[in-house]
């Protein structure tokens, strides 16, 4: 008994106290503050051990903090990218339901596909945080419609961003992916077969979107760039005189004047290649005939001269 009561007492005495994970994580997030962050390391590797044999509510609550903060360190502190992806793993693993979990989603998301190029791994992470609501919802939807531009399935760009136009109508959002969605139906025309059907409606389609686009946000920033891809598209259906039409209204707004004066310069060309010379030309339709030349003329010389030479 008397070395019970003599435990408790020296429990009591400062110093003697063992340490929380609470502690650790202070300590953590406070090496963190004064940039030392593999000291910030050790603490959360601490706070985690002191967790492994509490299995309470709240410890499952400090483990997801530990490990997000761990993780962050390793990027945004030490960027050892490599590690970050590993420990948000983790924690994705550990604490499928906690917020920290879904954060982690979302930047293991951006991790995977800069520095991987796993984009079919960022759009299941972005695709499992669409799933448990995340507020940026509209954003997260736009990264994965993106991503699949990015992987050329174009087929199932076109029905991402149209999910999310229908889903997040009043989405700041949604002139971006009506742009993409054109672009989308755009690329699908250009992997078509020459000549075929599908050709000329994906144009068609792409053209429409793009259209609606520049009505529906007529001072969106992509408006402009969307009329300049109209004009490509009656380009390459061979309507130049249409494209130059469209590029010459395109040149009121587009941030880059000089690309489109450039393709107007362009289509011009094609024009005069594909136009026989003169053909319609009034001056050819009402010219008098010249007269034939003698022998003389025919080499440089004068009338005057060919008359002295052959004595008239």
């Known amino acids: 008994m008397r070395y019970l009561v003599l435990a408790l007492a020296l429990a009591l005495v400062p110093g003697c106290r063992r340490e929380s ?30 967790l492994r044999v509490d299995d309470s509510p709240q410890a499952g609550v400090l483990k997801a903090r530990a490990l997000k903060g761990a993780a962050d360190v390793y990027w945004l502190e030490l960027r050892k990218v490599k590690e970050a992806v590993s420990v948000y793993k983790e924690l994705i693993a550990q604490c499928p339901e906690s917020p920290e979990a879904l954060e982690a989603r979302v ?17 299941d992470q972005l695709t499992a945080a669409l799933a448990r609501n995340a507020p940026q919802s509209a954003e997260l939807h736009y990264q994965v419609a993106k991503l699949y531009f990015e992987l050329q399935d174009y087929q199932q760009c076109v029905l991402e961003t149209r999910k999310l136009i229908e889903r997040f109508a009043t989405s700041a959002f949604v002139d971006d992916a009506t742009y993409l969605q054109a672009q989308a139906l755009h690329m699908q025309a250009v992997q078509s077969v020459p000549g075929t059907p599908e ?15 520049m009505t529906r946000f007529p001072d969106s920033e992509l408006a402009p760039h969307a009329s300049f891809e109209m004009g490509k598209l009656k380009a390459e259906s061979g309507d130049n005189e249409k494209a130059i039409e469209t590029w010459v209204q395109t040149l009121k707004t587009h941030p880059e004047p000089s690309l489109v004066q ?6 011009r060309k094609r024009i005069a290649a594909t136009t026989p010379e003169a053909i ?9 005939p010249k007269p034939a030349r003698n022998s003389v003329e025919a080499v440089g010389g004068s009338a005057e001269e060919a008359a002295r030479d052959h004595g008239d």
């Open 280 to 288: 319609g030309s009034r001056e050819t339709a009402f010219a008098k």
């Open 262 to 267: 450039d393709a107007i310069a362009r289509a």
């Open 199 to 213: 050709v000329q409606r994906f144009r068609q389609e792409a053209s429409r979107t793009y259209a609606d686009l």
């Open 21 to 50: 994970a609470t502690d650790h994580m202070q300590r953590a997030r406070d090496a963190t503050f004064e940039k030392r962050p593999d000291e910030a390391l050790v603490e959360y590797r601490k706070a985690l051990d002191a």
């Open 107 to 123: 930047v293991l998301a951006e991790l995977l596909r800069v520095y991987f190029r796993d984009l079919r791994g960022a759009i």
